[in-house]
């Protein structure tokens, strides 16, 4: 993707996610400028809410995903979008602190930890499609897996980058991904409650067919890292929009990829059999 277009798609996803302004009114750096400080205003109010997550706050479509989703939860089975041989090249190109480039190599230990070398961050030399990883604009974001060409992993300090499971979350995006609540068979599972949802937030709620997603074969996972919490997108961050069938099922951790999470990973990219 030449730099142009990625330009125009960050502008989309801006337009989409924070205003209901006409895209085609941003078209300033000042008014973009105008944007970012209207997420960071939010921010701040995630500091102070620690039942939170950073990457459902919805400053992008999807929560956090970036871009044109593709019709298919929780794990992508177009093979396109897949990284080839699990290689997935980065540039990090954010501003960052030396604790926070710290983490955010440690997130990618941790995807080479657990698929024994399966999966591999490396930093990009000449690869035509590899990931930015960036600071700005505002929020947690990601593609969903690989787009062709250079896309962006976001993660604005300090909010994306307090807990591993924020980080793991984002890359788990790029390396194809959905949120665990977008599965097929999430009714089973959890009680969406659409009344105590902020209007216009709803589409982070829609649900896919079975043919265009796939779980690889692995039941629903509320430890999942991808799972959102209980209130997101909730409208004063106390009524529940999400409540689990079980009683005493705990949603939204983010400690770190689960068990089913990187087995899933392990079955998309064929681990077991390389
Ligand atoms: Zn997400």
Same mark, same amino acid.
């Given at each position: 993707?030449?730099?142009?277009?990625?330009?125009?798609?960050?502008?989309?996803?801006?337009?989409?996610?924070?205003?209901?302004?006409?895209?085609?009114?941003?078209?300033?750096?000042?008014?973009?400028?105008?944007?970012?400080?209207?997420?960071?205003?939010?921010?701040?109010?995630?500091?102070?809410?620690?039942?939170?997550?950073?990457?459902?706050?919805?400053?992008?479509?999807?929560?956090?995903?970036?871009? &044109?989703?593709p019709e298919m939860h929780n794990g992508l089975v177009?093979?396109?979008?897949?990284?080839?041989?699990?290689?997935?090249?980065?540039?990090?190109?954010?501003?960052?602190?030396?604790?926070?480039?710290? /983490?955010?190599?440690?997130?990618? &230990?941790?995807?080479?930890?657990?698929?024994?070398?399966?999966?591999?961050?490396?930093?990009?030399?000449?690869?035509?499609?590899?990931?930015?990883?960036?600071?700005?604009?505002?929020?947690?974001?990601?593609?969903?897996?690989?787009?062709?060409?250079?896309?962006?992993?976001?993660?604005?300090?300090?909010?994306?980058?307090?807990?591993?499971?924020?980080?793991?979350?984002?890359?788990?995006?790029?390396?194809?991904?959905?949120?665990?609540?977008?599965?097929?068979?999430?009714?089973?599972?959890?009680?969406?409650?659409?009344?105590?949802?902020?209007?216009?937030?709803?589409?982070?709620?829609?649900?896919?067919?079975?043919? /265009?997603?796939?779980?690889?074969?692995?039941?629903?996972?509320?430890?999942?890292?991808? &799972?959102?919490?209980?209130?997101?997108?909730?409208?004063?961050?106390?009524?529940?929009?999400?409540?689990?069938?079980?009683?005493?099922? /705990?949603?939204?951790?983010?400690?770190?990829?689960?068990?089913?999470?990187?087995? /899933?990973?392990?079955?998309?990219?064929?681990?077991?059999?390389?």
């Amino acid at each position: 993707m030449e730099g142009f277009e990625v330009l125009v798609l960050w502008a989309v996803v801006y337009c989409v996610s924070v205003s209901s302004v006409p895209l085609n009114e941003y078209k300033t750096e000042s008014q973009l400028k105008h944007v970012n400080i209207t997420i960071d205003t939010k921010y701040s109010s995630y500091i102070t809410l620690s039942d939170v997550t950073a990457d459902e706050l919805g400053q992008y479509e999807g929560g956090d995903m970036i871009g &044109h989703i593709p019709e298919m939860h929780n794990g992508l089975v177009d093979e396109k979008f897949r990284w080839q041989d699990g290689v997935v090249p980065y540039k990090i190109v954010g501003n960052f602190s030396l604790e926070q480039l710290t /983490k955010i190599q440690q997130a990618f &230990h941790t995807y080479h930890n657990v698929t024994d070398g399966c999966i591999r961050f490396v930093g990009r030399t000449d690869q035509h499609d590899y990931i930015q990883v960036k600071s700005n604009p505002s929020g947690c974001g990601s593609n969903v897996g690989r787009q062709g060409g250079i896309q962006v992993v976001n993660l604005q300090p300090p909010g994306c980058l307090y807990t591993p499971g924020t980080i793991q979350h984002e890359f788990l995006h790029a390396l194809g991904f959905h949120h665990e609540q977008t599965r097929w068979d999430r009714d089973e599972y959890v009680t969406i409650s659409w009344d105590y949802m902020k209007h216009g937030s709803e589409g982070n709620f829609a649900i896919h067919e079975e043919d /265009k997603a796939t779980g690889f074969g692995f039941p629903y996972d509320y430890q999942s890292v991808m &799972h959102y919490g209980s209130n997101a997108f909730s409208v004063n961050h106390t009524a529940d929009t999400i409540t689990p069938v079980d009683p005493n099922a /705990k949603i939204g951790q983010r400690k770190g990829l689960s068990d089913i999470d990187i087995a /899933k990973l392990k079955k998309m990219y064929k681990c077991d059999t390389k």
